[in-house]
Nanobody, 116 residues
Framework: QVQLVESGGGLVQPGGSLRLSCVAS????????MDWYRQYPGKEREWVATATRRGSTIYSDSVKGRCTISRDNAKNTVYLQMNSLKPEDTAVYYCRVGTVNGLIFWGQGTLVTVSS
């Protein structure tokens, strides 16, 4: 089992920045990819970015160039640095990890609100 706790969400003005964090605990050695997703009200969760175990990163087109995913394996933490935030980035952001044996775990979510 892996437990995930996100933090860093909040209210920010358009053009501002936030850094989300997600700390993993539990069966850490089995973690493979670490991802960020987001969910708008009434919509399905959508993938935002992935950091693989070896450090490769992949981004959705909607955040490419504005967001940076990184992971600190020593701290069992994945980050999402979000810059140039837009009102359409307003959503609940979820951390997700996949394990080497194919299990998926989700965090509880952290709300990001971009508004003036």
């Amino acid at each position: 089992q892996v437990q995930l706790v996100e933090s860093g969400g909040g209210l920010v003005q358009p053009g501002g920045s936030l850094r989300l964090s997600c700390v993993a605990s539990g069966t850490i050695f089995s973690i493979n990819a670490m991802d960020w997703y987001r969910q708008y009200p009434g919509k399905e969760r959508e993938w935002v970015a992935t950091a693989t175990r070896r450090g490769s990163t992949i981004y959705s087109d909607s955040v490419k160039g504005r967001c940076t995913i990184s992971r600190d394996n020593a701290k069992n933490t994945v980050y999402l640095q979000m810059n140039s935030l837009k009102p359409e980035d307003t959503a609940v952001y979820y951390c997700r990890v996949g394990t080497v044996n194919g299990l998926i775990f989700w965090g509880q979510g952290t709300l990001v609100t971009v508004s003036s």
